[in-house]
């Protein structure tokens, strides 16, 4: 059983500007029904947009190594229901796909200068690796419903001096039952 959501639209000003927030027609929580086993995913706020990141970095802080964290709180819940006929217990994984850097133009950011701090250690602080299949989180489903939900707030690690733009990209989550 596989999902995926376009969960995060991420996007970094390189110098003074405001805070553009660009809604996506897109779902934020995705549920498999019917008889069990079951999964749910949700990322973000309940309704049909994926949440939009904003870093806005003053000119003053471009490029010095100052952490720029994000507009917003990011909530991340995966769950997986399971009963005594459907199978033994199953491993969940929640999965992130990093793999387009943020661009502006002909310009990029590699994925790798966002990361994220956990409200909970739940679902454990990281930073994007850049890739399609980044790991970031696992759990065992035994019967019943295993339900695990955590708070992000993503950071730019403001590590480089890029060219002034609104640099954006989507960063897709995908929870596995196994």
Known sequence: ???QRPFLRLLIISLIALGLGIPLAQASHISITGPPPQLHLA??????TVDTVTFTVPANLVGTGTSIAGSQAVLIEVAARR???SGGPTTVLLLAN??????SGTN?????EISWT???GIIPAGTFNGTATQQLFSFFAPNGTTRQEDTHI??????SVYPAGTYTTTVT???VAL
Not at 98 to 103: A, K, M, Q, V
Not at 108 to 112: F, L, N, V
Not at 154 to 159: E, I, K, Q, R, V
């Open 1 to 3: 059983m596989i999902m």
């Open 43 to 48: 990322v973000g706020a309940l309704g049909a």
């Open 83 to 85: 009963s005594a006929g």
């Open 98 to 103: 990093s793999s387009t850097p943020l661009t």
């Open 108 to 112: 990029t950011i590699p994925m790798t």
């Open 118 to 120: 956990s409200g909970s």
């Open 154 to 159: 993503f950071h730019y690690a403001n590590s």
């Open 173 to 175: 989550y995908t929870a």
